[in-house]
């Protein structure tokens, strides 16, 4: 069974520092990463997928890397913003038509 | 890219009445949908397991009974809270892969319900 761990549970940085989110999984056949964001009573956002053969995607200040050897990824944020404050969620979805595993979320807050 | 929309995006009903919350992929045909269910201050939970044409495929502990989730075609899913209860207020998100796409995850705007 999927287990998928992120640390840390919540974050609080003044704006403009880089910070780093991690997300670990426990079983290495995935067939893709997914970052998202919630923001509260919202649904999710995506923000970047990483396919099992990547290395590491990027979408402006997001960059997103993946070992799936050691069953890590992590999300790179540079230069926050107070509108960067959110929950940050890693998902794993299996191969074929399954279900996405979701991470248990770091809840970020940027302090103007 | 593909968009999954789900409908309502709120509601508040009675105790003891029903709620039907649609989902629909908008541009690719999804033979399998997922129901997730995220309390307050907790991660999203799979419920269950929604197969075109067939029955749903529910996670331990979710009564089917209580939520009857219909798969009709290839782009809706509909989940219906019965006899709802103060304790199935929550924040309910459907999901579909789109396989032609790397299969990518969307998810449908979510649904928040409140039972008064």
């Known amino acids: 069974k999927q287990e998928v761990t992120q640390i840390p549970a919540a974050l609080s940085v003044p704006e403009g520092e880089n910070l780093v989110l991690n997300c670990s999984f426990t079983d290495s056949a995935i067939y893709n990463l997914q970052w998202f964001r919630q923001d509260p009573g919202k649904g999710l956002t995506s923000l970047l997928l990483i396919q099992s053969s990547q290395r590491e995607q990027t979408s402006g200040r997001l960059n997103a890397s993946l070992d799936k050897s050691s069953g890590r990824s992590t999300l790179y944020i540079a230069a926050s913003q107070p509108g960067d404050s959110a929950t940050y969620l890693c998902?794993?979805?299996?191969?074929?038509?399954?279900?996405?595993?979701f991470g248990t979320g770091t809840k970020l807050q940027v302090i103007p | 890219g593909a968009v999954v929309s789900q409908h309502p995006s709120w509601v508040i009903c009675k105790s003891g009445t029903s709620v039907k919350i649609e989902c629909r992929s908008l541009?690719?045909?999804?033979?399998?949908m997922f129901w997730y269910r995220q309390f307050p201050k907790q991660s999203l939970m799979l419920m269950a397991t929604?197969?075109?044409?067939?029955?749903?495929?529910?996670e331990q502990g979710v009564e089917k009974d209580k939520f009857l989730i219909n798969h009709a075609s290839l782009t809706l899913s509909t989940l219906t809270v019965t006899s709802a209860h103060p304790e199935d207020s929550s924040f309910y998100i459907c999901s579909a892969r789109d396989m032609d796409r790397g299969a990518e995850a969307f998810f449908g705007q979510g649904t928040r319900l409140t039972v008064v």
């Open positions: 541009d690719f045909q999804a033979t399998t």
């Open positions: 929604s197969n075109e044409g067939s029955k749903a495929t529910y």
């Open positions: 998902a794993v979805p299996p191969g074929g038509y399954q279900k996405v595993t």
